[in-house]
């Protein structure tokens, strides 16, 4: 007698297929991490503890910490089907099909720059030798991360040690 699966079975066994394959294709090479060329599609995101870095739905890329939101570009409702791209220029950019909605405004040439969520909350692009160029300013706690506003957002520049 050969035996059947039934509908919820088939529909489970679906699911669980489309949840790995997505798992599989994500982006980011770490929770917390994007490096250049990847991207965050409408509702991915980095996570690191209780923090969360969204691309939402809406178009409004928001940092979260507990579920309240911290910072966030502002470009909620502006278009559709947005995505986040780190980019090799260095630039941080929110593109709705190839019009910029967004844009950290820090490209320079190319290189392997990266975007962290860090452990005390602030996000942060880094250079090729780990200078920070660009952070959204919300570090809380002892941070090493002395933050200084711009024009296009918020720059951060690593903080130097002060001997006593």
């Known amino acids: 007698m050969a ?14 297929a489309a949840t790995l ?8 090479s770490a929770a917390n991490r994007l490096n250049a060329g990847q991207s965050l599609g409408p509702g991915q995101s980095l996570a ?5 870095f969204i691309m939402q739905q809406d178009c ?5 910490d507990n579920n309240k939101a911290v910072w966030a570009t502002g470009t909620n409702g502006r278009a559709s089907g947005c995505v986040l791209k780190m980019q090799a220029d260095g630039n941080l ?8 909605i967004w844009a950290s405004n820090t490209n320079r040439q190319n290189g392997n ?3 962290i969520l ?6 942060v692009i880094y250079d090729n030798s780990n200078n920070a160029i ?8 002892n941070a090493a991360v002395v933050v200084i506003p711009h024009s296009n957002g918020t720059a951060a520049h690593p903080a130097r040690r002060r001997t006593r």
């Not at 035996?3 to 669980?16: A, K």
């Not at 394959?21 to 980011?28: C, D, I, N, R, S």
């Not at 409004?60 to 979260?64: D, I, Q, R, S």
Request: hydrophobic share 40%.
């Open 60 to 64: 409004n890329l928001v940092l979260y």
């Open 93 to 100: 950019v929110i593109y709705s099909g190839s019009r910029v």
């Open 48 to 52: 690191q503890g209780a923090y969360l």
């Open 134 to 141: 660009w952070a959204t300013g919300t570090n809380v706690g």
């Open 3 to 16: 035996s059947s699966f039934s509908s919820p079975t088939i529909l489970l066994l679906l699911l669980s």
């Open 21 to 28: 394959f997505g798992l599989l294709t994500t982006p980011a």
């Open 118 to 123: 860090q452990r005390d909350r602030n996000v």
């Open 113 to 115: 720059y990266y975007l």
